[in-house]
């Protein structure tokens, strides 16, 4: 697929934009490679941009082959489709299947938006399962998004040194949350009691936060000891060990994608010290995690 091309073809007029701006400021980086099989097929990037837009810039395009994953980190933009009007507000996420005639423009001052064109089969099957009526996703409590956008930008920052296995897995993960997010209710229907989901989304989502069973008791009006008994009867582990795991999951997948330093690390999935995290990490690794990011550097 020559995107480039495609893009070109598929304007309806032409854009609206400053007098520096050209189909980079849409587009991006173009990657020429476009996996049909294995595991690149399953999700591929065919254009990426990290862009800060000033008025004018708007779009009006027919159709493109492809789907655009579009996170807006500050300023806000405007998507008009045959579903309706979407405004596209600071930290918020939009999946959007473009075969179908779209605009895309700013929405006031400024725009600041990352912006990938992705295509592969992994993205059509997802497609169906994300209700345009929840679109866009509002990210200011959903860590676990956020931090898989952070890797894809650092992953796709320079185009020479990415790691197309490490976009699969970031994109999957990012469109198996929405999804789940579009179900809502739907554990509900298999026996969990609605404080347990509550609970259970608060870490899963937004594990980096503070939490306390007085703080749930408070919120949810159960007992602390009540919440602790059904969650670990529910999920066979305290909700404490719950959360640590996903803290520590989160934090052996930063070890092993980036370079940040191991304090800072802790500091980001939730741990209040370093020396508190080096030990929980190291009681389920075996090795500090200094040690582990060595280690698993060296396999590579």
Same mark, same amino acid.
């Given at each position: 697929?020559?995107?480039?091309?495609?893009?070109?073809?598929?304007?309806?007029?032409?854009?609206?934009?400053?007098? =520096?701006?050209?189909?980079?400021?849409?587009?991006?980086?173009? *990657?020429?490679?476009?996996?049909?099989?294995?595991?690149?097929?399953? #999700?591929?990037?065919?254009? *990426?941009?990290?862009?800060? #837009?000033?008025?004018?810039?708007?779009?009006?395009?027919?159709?493109?082959?492809?789907?655009?994953? /579009?996170?807006?980190?500050?300023?806000? $933009? #405007?998507?008009?489709?045959?579903?309706?009007?979407?405004? /596209?507000?600071? /930290?918020?996420?939009?999946?959007?299947?473009?075969?179908?005639?779209?605009?895309?423009?700013?929405?006031?001052?400024?725009?600041?938006? =990352?912006?990938?064109?992705?295509? $592969?089969?992994?993205?059509?099957?997802?497609?169906?399962?994300?209700?345009?009526?929840?679109?866009?996703?509002?990210?200011?409590?959903?860590?676990?998004?956020?931090?898989?956008?952070?890797?894809? =930008?650092?992953?796709?920052?320079?185009?020479?040194?990415?790691?197309?296995?490490?976009?699969?897995?970031?994109?999957?993960?990012?469109?198996?949350?929405?999804?789940?997010?579009?179900?809502?209710?739907?554990?509900?229907?298999?026996?969990?009691?609605?404080? /347990?989901?509550?609970?259970?989304?608060?870490?899963?989502?937004?594990?980096?936060?503070?939490?306390?069973?007085?703080?749930?008791?408070?919120?949810?009006?159960?007992?602390?000891?009540?919440?602790?008994?059904?969650?670990?009867?529910?999920?066979?582990?305290?909700?404490?060990?719950?959360?640590?795991?996903?803290?520590?999951?989160?934090?052996?997948?930063?070890?092993?994608?980036?370079?940040?330093? #191991?304090?800072?690390?802790?500091?980001?999935? $939730?741990?209040?010290?370093?020396?508190?995290?080096?030990?929980?990490?190291?009681?389920?690794?075996?090795?500090?995690?200094?040690? *582990?990011?060595?280690?698993?550097?060296?396999?590579?």
């Amino acid at each position: 697929m020559n995107l480039t091309a495609e893009l070109k073809t598929a304007l309806i007029s032409p854009p609206s934009l400053t007098s =520096e701006a050209g189909l980079s400021s849409l587009l991006g980086t173009v *990657y020429e490679t476009v996996p049909e099989s294995g595991i690149g097929g399953l #999700v591929t990037v065919l254009a *990426y941009g990290s862009h800060y #837009v000033f008025p004018p810039f708007s779009w009006q395009l027919r159709s493109l082959g492809c789907h655009i994953l /579009l996170y807006t980190k500050k300023g806000r $933009g #405007v998507l008009n489709c045959r579903e309706g009007k979407f405004s /596209l507000n600071e /930290l918020t996420l939009l999946f959007f299947d473009c075969r179908q005639p779209f605009s895309l423009s700013i929405g006031g001052d400024f725009w600041n938006f =990352e912006l990938y064109f992705l295509t $592969g089969s992994a993205v059509s099957a997802f497609s169906p399962l994300l209700d345009s009526k929840a679109m866009p996703f509002n990210l200011s409590g959903h860590s676990e998004i956020s931090r898989h956008l952070q890797m894809l =930008e650092k992953n796709n920052r320079n185009p020479l040194r990415r790691n197309e296995i490490l976009d699969v897995k970031c994109f999957t993960n990012i469109l198996s949350e929405l999804a789940l997010d579009c179900r809502g209710g739907q554990e509900e229907a298999d026996g969990l009691a609605p404080h /347990l989901l509550y609970m259970k989304k608060c870490f899963d989502t937004s594990f980096a936060a503070h939490y306390s069973l007085a703080g749930f008791e408070q919120t949810l009006n159960i007992s602390k000891y009540r919440l602790c008994r059904d969650f670990s009867a529910a999920f066979g582990v305290s909700p404490l060990q719950y959360l640590n795991e996903r803290r520590l999951n989160a934090a052996r997948e930063l070890l092993l994608t980036t370079d940040i330093p #191991v304090h800072e690390i802790a500091s980001s999935v $939730g741990f209040d010290t370093t020396n508190h995290f080096i030990s929980l990490f190291k009681r389920a690794n075996g090795l500090t995690p200094g040690a *582990y990011r060595r280690q698993q550097t060296h396999k590579k």
